[in-house]
């Protein structure tokens, strides 16, 4: 089937009377007028330049003509080449977002764990600042957390603690709270460390004291334990760095209360407990902790604390998710992202709406001739006509298309498959990703890249068809006329109803309707990733109690005791 060109689809002696209205204006410009019925919408495509059109407008000329099978294989493999490049693209920036957010929340929620109930541990911290029935914060090792209560260590009530009962405790704890204790390797230094005499009440015993006590050195006197417990709960931050603000926030006083001492002594004594002793008493699972919760806290950085006079220590992510102002949590960064996010799905939507402009055109263009071309009469039309197989086909001199009158099936059929379908999937794909990756962004710095990013990723296919298609095409695509067509989207009652309000249908249909999606399209994302479990504001509190064991929800900061915060964080958080 060869096709014929024209800009419309109206039967010609509508055509006709439409020339007799307007004479000469449909011949130069090739623009004919569609008549305003009330429910009626006039879709009419734009060519522009990308890949996509070219491979219908390229086709479509050639169409019968030698070389079409040229010209297929051609537009095929741009096709295939934009799909390409854009679909590994994608894979590569959603690959990248989902392993940084597993990465971060796989993490960081393995060490923290929220307890809906209060855990049986020693609460030093000042009940001002806290509540019961909100829901805490674990982000410490569990063997120095629930040791905070020596009462928790003796299961039948004897005043000692076995090695059995340490083993008992480990499988109880895991499955109960879910983290690893190893409770008997911990039962073993503390026996080694009362048998070397340095523990504080086995200081002044000798080995037979020690051996008598602790009934031949198979059960350890909890008052033992007791003694050393203000020391272990040191062990809970699980980083030295923390000391400097321990003792900004009035918690080392109680652990080490020898009035000679001085801050500089007990941040010191501090930092060395955590760095030698910590690791020796917890094992390996203390060090995981340590390890993990400097990668996942972020850059270290030390910052000088007036009236106290103190150097203390924050990292980045944690201060990144702190109540500050202009933290992800705080009312500039959520304003920033909505803006920005807003932004992209706008640009989302300008590419669906031509897609979907691209369905309903192809759609119901004619794709048969239903009648032959109307009669070519005046002599400006004559001059700007040409004979071919018989039929008169209007064209420019220059050899671009004028006028389209149908598309063949083949070719529409081809598009389908080749053109919008993956058109379609991949728009569709790139708007959940690319909202993804702006939503899980964590700084200022990420969010404006991964927009820059996005942008490009989206202006893939103008920039394959602007390198790589030759000038005779673009010529043609850039002086084609655009596809019309008229669609009834109501029936008659209501194009009756409407005939008078057709001035507000565009309003009413269109405008409201592609402001809702947006809204919706822009909101629920973004506060899906705040409010939902392990979202933005579970991950705010997460890394203030592991990175700064900081927060009236963090149980750290709850044994330890003192300020929950550092004098401006607490400030801060009562604003």
């Known amino acids: 089937m060869r096709n014929l060109l024209m800009h419309s689809h109206q039967p010609p002696a509508q055509q006709q009377q439409a020339d007799s209205d307007d004479s000469g204006t449909s011949c130069e410009s090739g623009e004919e007028e569609f008549p305003d019925d009330a429910g009626q919408f006039n879709w009419e495509l734009r060519w522009e330049a990308s890949v996509y059109d070219e491979a219908l407008l390229g086709p479509l000329v050639k169409y019968g003509k030698p070389g079409t099978y040229v010209t297929f294989i051609g537009v095929v493999l741009l096709l295939v080449v934009s799909f390409v490049l854009q679909v590994m693209v994608l894979w590569k920036v959603h690959d990248l977002d989902v392993a940084k957010a597993n990465a971060a929340t796989g993490k960081v929620f393995w060490l923290c764990q929220e307890r809906e109930s209060i855990m049986p541990v020693h609460m030093r911290l000042n009940t001002s600042y806290w509540?019961?029935?909100?829901?805490?914060?674990?982000?410490?090792?569990?063997?120095?957390?629930?040791?905070?209560?020596?009462?928790?260590?003796?299961?039948?009530?004897?005043?000692?603690?076995?090695?059995?009962?340490?083993?008992?405790?480990?499988?109880?704890?895991?499955?109960?709270?879910?983290?690893?204790?190893?409770?008997?390797?911990?039962?073993?230094?503390?026996?080694?460390?009362?048998?070397?005499?340095?523990?504080?009440?086995?200081?002044?015993?000798?080995?037979?004291?020690?051996?008598?006590?602790?009934?031949?050195?198979?059960?350890?006197?909890?008052?033992?334990?007791?003694?050393?417990?203000?020391?272990?709960?040191?062990?809970?931050?699980?980083?030295?760095?923390?000391?400097?603000?321990?003792?900004?926030?009035?918690?080392?006083?109680?652990?080490?209360?020898?009035?000679?001492?001085?801050?500089?002594?007990?941040?010191?004594?501090?930092?060395?407990?955590?760095?030698?002793?910590?690791?020796?008493?917890?094992?390996?699972?203390?060090?995981?902790?340590?390890?993990?919760?400097?990668?996942?806290?972020?850059?270290?950085?030390?910052?000088?604390?007036?009236?106290?006079?103190?150097?203390?220590?924050?990292?980045?992510?944690?201060?990144?998710?702190?109540?500050?102002?202009?933290?992800?949590?705080?009312?500039?960064?959520?304003?920033?992202?909505?803006?920005?996010?807003?932004?992209?799905?706008?640009?989302?939507?300008?590419?669906?709406?031509?897609?979907?402009?691209?369905?309903?055109?192809?759609?119901?263009?004619?794709?048969?001739?239903?009648?032959?071309?109307?009669?070519?009469?005046t002599p400006r039309e004559m001059k700007n006509t040409a004979e071919v197989d018989g039929e008169m086909v209007h064209f420019k001199h220059d050899g671009s298309v004028s006028h389209i009158y149908s598309i063949p099936w083949s070719l529409k059929v081809f598009t389908i498959i080749f053109n919008l379908i993956p058109r379609t999937i991949v728009c569709v794909c790139l708007a959940w990703v690319g909202t993804m990756f702006l939503v899980h962004a964590d700084d200022y710095t990420d969010l404006i890249l991964n927009g820059v990013a996005l942008g490009f990723l989206i202006e893939v296919d103008n920039l394959l068809y602007t390198s790589v298609v030759g000038d005779r095409a673009k010529n043609e695509l850039e002086t084609a006329p655009s596809l019309k067509v008229q669609v009834d989207l109501l029936g008659k009652k209501d194009r009756q109803r409407n005939t008078k309000s057709d001035g507000n249908q565009d309003t009413i249909k269109v405008t409201i309707p592609n402001i809702l999606i947006l809204t919706c399209a822009t909101g629920i994302p973004i506060l899906h990733s705040y409010f939902r479990e392990y979202g933005k504001m579970d991950m705010g509190r997460a890394l203030r109690c592991l990175c700064h064991a900081a927060g009236p929800d963090c149980v750290t900061a709850q044994v330890l005791g003192g300020m929950p915060y550092l004098p401006e964080d607490e400030l801060m958080d009562h604003r």
Do not use: H
């Open 131 to 377: 509540d019961d029935g909100m829901n805490n914060m674990d982000c410490g090792p569990m063997a120095p957390t629930m040791m905070s209560n020596v009462a928790n260590l003796d299961t039948d009530g004897d005043g000692m603690w076995s090695q059995a009962e340490a083993s008992a405790l480990s499988v109880e704890w895991n499955r109960t709270y879910g983290k690893i204790s190893q409770m008997a390797l911990v039962w073993k230094q503390f026996m080694r460390k009362a048998k070397k005499q340095q523990l504080k009440e086995t200081k002044n015993l000798d080995d037979a004291a020690i051996s008598s006590q602790s009934i031949v050195y198979t059960q350890l006197p909890l008052s033992w334990i007791q003694g050393d417990i203000d020391m272990t709960n040191l062990c809970i931050p699980s980083d030295p760095y923390l000391c400097g603000n321990l003792e900004a926030r009035g918690a080392l006083v109680s652990k080490l209360p020898d009035p000679d001492l001085s801050p500089t002594d007990r941040i010191t004594s501090c930092e060395r407990f955590v760095s030698e002793e910590c690791p020796y008493y917890f094992g390996e699972v203390y060090v995981v902790y340590e390890k993990w919760s400097y990668e996942q806290c972020g850059e270290r950085s030390s910052e000088w604390v007036d009236g106290v006079d103190i150097i203390t220590t924050a990292y980045t992510l944690a201060k990144n998710y702190s109540k500050s102002f202009n933290a992800i949590a705080g009312p500039i960064y959520f304003s920033f992202l909505v803006v920005m996010l807003a932004i992209w799905l706008m640009t989302v939507l300008v590419e669906l709406r031509i897609i979907f402009k691209w369905w309903v055109v192809l759609l119901n263009f004619p794709s048969t001739f239903d009648t032959a071309p109307r009669e070519i009469t």
